[in-house]
């Protein structure tokens, strides 16, 4: 019978790697991660980890070299619209506030900026078509989440 690998022994596995095999110093893994002490050990000590901010599931899946989506799906998380679309502007350099780089950002993901608003807003009334879930899981391609992942991260 194999054991289910989950993000808390995958992060306390690096971790340990980094300190005693690699020589790093604790601060200096933690701030190559880039998340906060204490919520590092929550995550080490797997303490309600499915629901962590999504930029820290991001700085993980960063430092593991893996794709955001399976991150948090070892957590249990499911990710939220307006967290992704957050988080996508970010990545890409734009400031989630900026009215511009919102335009920006709707012209680079394919969807109209009415309906990128929406999502980053998180209106309870958003629904989003076929086509916008296809074009947003193209323009979060490097999350590692498809199509359906972006219908359901509307709470839907």
Do not use: K
Not at 50 to 56: K, P
Not at 61 to 83: C, E, I, K
Not at 121 to 148: K, M, N, Q, V
């Amino acid at each position: 019978m194999t054991r289910q690998p989950s993000l808390t022994s995958i992060v306390r596995r690096r971790f340990l790697t980094c300190v005693n095999e690699h020589g790093q110093s604790v601060p200096d893994v933690v701030n190559t991660l880039q998340v906060a002490p204490g919520e590092l050990c929550r995550i080490i000590a797997g303490q309600n980890i499915a629901h962590l901010n999504i930029n820290t599931y991001y700085q993980l899946a960063r430092w593991l070299h893996m794709p955001l989506a399976n991150v948090m799906a070892l957590a249990g998380a499911r990710p939220r619209m307006v967290d992704l679309i957050r988080l996508g502007m970010q990545v890409a350099g734009f400031r989630p506030t900026s009215a511009q780089d919102q335009i920006t950002a709707a012209a680079q993901a394919g969807v109209s900026v009415a309906v990128f608003r929406r999502a980053l807003h998180g209106y309870a009334s958003f629904t989003p078509s076929i086509r916008t879930c296809d074009r947003l899981a193209e323009w979060l391609e490097w999350t590692g989440f498809h199509p359906d992942d972006i219908a359901l991260a509307t709470g839907r």
